[in-house]
């Protein structure tokens, strides 16, 4: 049997020296004694994690991170044993066992999850390595600074018996893409009062962290001893209010592409696509590009989001459905298999992430993140 040959539809290329030059160019902002954790969570924001986690180690990045401890153990099967990993998004019930035969770095924000790691420890007879996660005031994982003493205590406890190892105090912003919002000094306070706290009371964490990409690149006070990048080293900026990913220095890795699978001639009047909420003006020609929302194409971008044909930017005809939406080419008649490119770096003509973030009333984290697995990675400067 003979494999069936790549999709000619439509790929997402990554362009790994892109995501290289990218951690140098983090690297350069951070001082020398701070590490960088590469976030690969969600693979690897859609990027694929494995090969980006590579390339990051290979640019200087000195850990990885990820959500899920599933993401994380992934790494470790994928052969990348040889650095700290962390994840930060337990369940209850989720193989805390795994993680510490790993030697994962596994966050805990409350009670529940500090017994159950601690139990697992007894278990395997290992000794956990564990973050503790502070709500400094982001308000969604963590824990309240009510709650830290007996957290702290407890981790504290479990460490003298040598079930774990507390090797990070950690947490996480708010707001931190827009800048000189209130909430950034106050969660910097506290975050300082809860690390005075634990190490008081006899924590020595390897890392205290708080900083993800815009903290990285807007506030070197919130560096501690390690940055959490994970959108800017795609290349993407965090923010509009931040400047564009050129204006930080950064280049996006990821361009969406496919190949128009039809170009034809209809009269002025016709209806395109479901509801036919656009209707050609005049005699036009229409062209098929075949990605939908499937494949993460948002359908709130419907009737706006932007791609380039043929050297032009047009704008997709009526609704985006979930394998294919229609662009109206103005009468020129390109080749059916012309590359249409929906994102990409920008300089060669075509749209950014940022741009479709824009005709979609979203962030443009969520536009690189949801191309979805039908969609075939092509991996460029490995
Ligand atoms: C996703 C995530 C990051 C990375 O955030 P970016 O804004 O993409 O840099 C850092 N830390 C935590 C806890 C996260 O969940």
Not at 18 to 44: E, Q
Not at 92 to 108: C, T, Y
Not at 228 to 257: D, H, N, Q, W
Request: proline share 7%; net charge negative; hydrophobic share 40%.
């Amino acid at each position: 049997m003979t494999e069936t040959p790549p999709p000619r539809r439509a790929r997402a290329e990554i362009d790994l020296g892109a995501l290289r030059a990218n951690v140098r160019t983090l690297r350069a902002r951070v001082a020398p004694h701070v590490r960088i954790m590469a976030v690969v969570k969600a693979d690897a924001y859609g990027h694929g994690a494995v090969r980006c986690a590579r390339a990051a180690l290979d640019a200087g990045a000195d850990w990885l991170g990820t959500a899920t401890p599933h993401e994380a153990l992934a790494l470790r099967a994928a052969g990348i044993t040889d650095v700290p990993v962390m994840c930060w998004l337990w369940t209850p019930g989720d193989p805390w066992d795994r993680g510490i035969e790993a030697g994962l770095d596994m966050s805990v924000s409350g009670l529940w999850a500090l017994e159950e790691v601690v139990e697992a420890a007894r278990a395997t007879g290992g000794t956990a390595r564990i973050q503790l996660k502070a709500d400094t005031g982001l308000g969604r994982n963590g824990c309240q600074p009510a709650d830290w003493p007996e957290l702290v205590e407890r981790a504290l406890k479990a460490q003298a018996e040598g079930l774990v190892e507390v090797t990070g105090l950690w947490s996480h912003f708010a707001c931190a893409d827009e800048p000189h919002h209130p909430s950034i000094a106050a969660q910097l306070d506290v975050f300082r009062s809860m690390l005075d706290h634990a190490e008081k009371a006899g924590v020595r964490p390897e890392v205290r962290h708080i900083a993800n990409s815009p903290a990285t690149l807007t506030l070197p006070e919130a560096h501690f001893d390690l940055v959490r990048p994970g959108i800017a080293m795609y290349g993407v900026s965090p923010s509009p209010e931040l400047g564009t990913s050129a204006e930080l220095g950064l280049r996006p890795v990821m361009s969406l592409k496919a190949s128009v699978a039809l170009v034809k001639r209809v009269p002025a009047g016709h209806g395109v696509s479901y509801g036919h909420h656009y209707v050609t003006g005049t005699e036009t020609t229409l062209g098929l590009v075949p990605l939908g929302y499937a494949d993460g194409v948002p359908r709130h971008a419907s009737g706006r989001g932007p791609v380039l044909v043929d050297g032009t930017v047009r704008t997709v005809a009526g609704r985006v459905a979930m394998d294919q939406f229609v662009v109206d080419l103005g009468g020129e008649e390109p080749a059916p298999g012309t590359e249409a490119v929906l994102f990409g770096p920008g300089d060669g003509g075509e749209p950014t992430a940022e741009d479709w973030a824009v005709a979609a009333d979203t962030i443009a984290y969520e536009i690189v993140t949801r191309i979805g697995a039908r969609v075939p990675r092509v991996y460029l400067g490995e």
